[in-house]
């Protein structure tokens, strides 16, 4: 059997969401099928760091994809005729794109349908490619996987697909986040907090992850509170923020609210494990995989109660109502104080952790590969 993969978000350094997710996946399922010929297609040089083993090809092809024309260019083009041309029995795209025309049976990876229903927070030079493209995108693959029921049956509604065409796979968490000791928190917290406690939420600074209204939401836990916790925020702004700006200016605690931009990976799993709580307080999520790393790392999470976030976070979190600040403040009260509610959603936290593995999900996505072989 041979497999083709598009791994365009296998970039050194570079790994985010598809990124991540396209590494956990096809790395298990190399090492764990040596019988198998994968190929991965890229519209970058692949690093050798993934090449997992000797059952791979690597395989580049023109033009680099970074916009509509592009995409399309790439995948009905020159992927197209790479899959015919090296006889691949089916293609797996990740990143919620795939080939229309090609007639090698399709699986793919769909995370969310955020560009449907928030199509002003996607960058232009995508919005309308994506608008016209993934509805079709879905109606094209022979099998749709995504990471949560609760987008599941946003696909099956949204989009009219058969529900025997899409199955839930559960994403895992990636090696790194584990708890600390308590000096080692106290050393994250003179090194990035001041010394001080600090709540954390790590993801891209945007309109749609509430992070204007978790900014208020401190503002008043502040205001209403003796605490000397910060809050802390890790990740790249992207490119509609000015709610988020308009926010901290606002904010008469401004000055305990510190932005940390991109972290390294390492940063990344300490300041998850050394914060009094993980704030994922995200209006629209496919998964919220932050959720599940603060629960490998000991740490107690408040998360939105809305899309897939109850779900993934079953009992292990203290649920607030996104859209109103003041509901958010008392949650971030609550943690503050009361330490049996942190011990509480830790305890817990260590149960919901055992439904997901990357090994699990690597997995079901092969078997699902595998089933697709020869229709």
């Known amino acids: 059997m041979k497999i ?11 790994l985010e969401g598809f990124g991540w997710y ?8 190399v090492l764990a099928h040596p019988e198998v010929d994968f190929l991965f297609i890229s519209d970058r040089p692949i690093e050798e760091e993934f090449l997992y ?3 791979v ?20 083009w020159s992927v197209r005729r790479a899959l015919i041309k090296h006889r691949a029995d089916v293609f797996f795209s990740p990143d919620s ?38 509805p079709r995108f879905l109606r094209r693959a022979e099998k749709t996987i995504t990471v949560s029921n609760y987008v599941r049956q946003d696909i099956v509604q949204t989009c009219r697909i058969s529900e ?10 990636r090696e790194g986040f584990k708890p600390l000791q308590e000096f080692e928190k106290v050393a994250v917290q003179q090194q990035f907090s001041k010394g001080e406690p600090f709540f954390f939420y790590a993801g891209a600074i945007h309109p749609r992850k509430n992070i204007h209204r978790l900014i208020k939401a401190f503002d008043l836990f502040k205001s209403e509170s003796n605490a000397s916790h910060k809050l802390l925020l890790a990740g790249r702004f992207a490119w509609q923020t000015g709610e988020v700006r308009d926010a901290w200016e606002a904010a008469e605690h401004r000055n305990d609210i510190l932005f940390l931009g991109y972290m390294p990976e390492e940063d990344l799993y300490r300041l998850t494990a050394a914060a009094t709580a993980l704030t994922y307080v995200s209006i629209s999520e496919g998964f919220g995989l932050p959720m599940l790393e603060a629960m490998y790392c000991d740490t107690p999470v408040m998360a939105a109660n809305a899309s897939c976030l109850p779900e993934i976070a079953g009992d292990a979190a203290l649920l607030v109502e996104p859209l109103s600040a003041e509901h958010m403040a ?20 260590r149960q919901q952790r055992r439904l997901f593995s990357w090994d699990r999900a690597a997995e079901e996505v092969f078997q699902v590969l595998k089933g697709l072989e020869g229709v």
């Open 22 to 29: 396209t590494h956990e996946i096809t790395r298990r399922m």
């Open 57 to 76: 090809q690597a395989l580049v092809l023109p033009p680099r994809a970074r916009f509509g024309p592009l995409f399309f260019c790439w995948f009905e």
């Open 97 to 134: 794109m795939c080939s229309l025309f090609s007639r090698v049976p399709v699986a793919m990876t769909c995370h969310d349908l955020v560009p449907l229903h928030f199509p002003g927070q996607i960058p232009w030079i995508h919005r309308y490619y994506i608008l016209y493209f993934l």
């Open 164 to 173: 025997n065409r899409v199955q839930a796979i559960y994403n895992g968490c």
């Open 53 to 55: 083993g000797p059952n």
């Open 330 to 349: 008392q949650g971030l009260k609550q943690l503050a104080s009361d330490a049996n509610l942190r011990q509480a959603l830790i305890s817990k936290g």
């Open 4 to 14: 083709a993969i598009n791994t365009r978000f296998l970039q050194s350094g570079q």
